[in-house]
């Protein structure tokens, strides 16, 4: 049984920043892919950012150079930076992991576990 659980969200303005954090426990390996996903108000939920084991990470455009992934394969948890917000990033952020790091432009419903996500909120 793998549990991902997110915290820091929360209510933030427009140009203000906030830090994700998501703790990884159970059955899950440290060679996975963890990232996020967010999901707006009445919208598809839709790939953020990804970060491999090793580190490497990848992004999507709308969050490129605003935001960053990291994880700390130690305590196997995944970060994410948000600098720069918008009301346009308010959305449910979900984190998730996946053996493969191969999630740009891929279905959500393909990955393989998720959080329950927390709420960020970017007020004008």
């Known amino acids: 049984q793998v549990q991902l659980v997110e915290s820091g969200g929360g209510l933030v303005q427009a140009g203000g920043s906030l830090r994700l954090s998501c703790a990884a426990s159970g059955r899950i390996f440290s060679s996975y892919a963890m990232g996020w996903f967010r999901q707006a108000p009445g919208k598809e939920r839709e790939f953020v950012g990804v970060?491999?084991?090793?580190?490497?990470?990848y992004y999507a455009d709308s969050v490129k150079g605003r935001f960053t992934i990291s994880r700390d394969n130690a305590k196997n948890t995944v970060y994410l930076q948000m600098n720069s917000l918008e009301p346009e990033d308010t959305a449910v952020y979900y984190c998730?992991?996946?053996?493969?790091?191969?999630?740009?432009?891929?279905?959500?419903?393909?990955?393989?576990?998720w959080g329950k996500g927390t709420l960020v909120t970017v007020s004008t």
């Open positions: 970060v491999t084991w090793s580190g490497n990470t």
């Open positions: 998730a992991a996946d053996p493969s790091a191969d999630w740009y432009g891929r279905s959500w419903h393909t990955i393989s576990y």
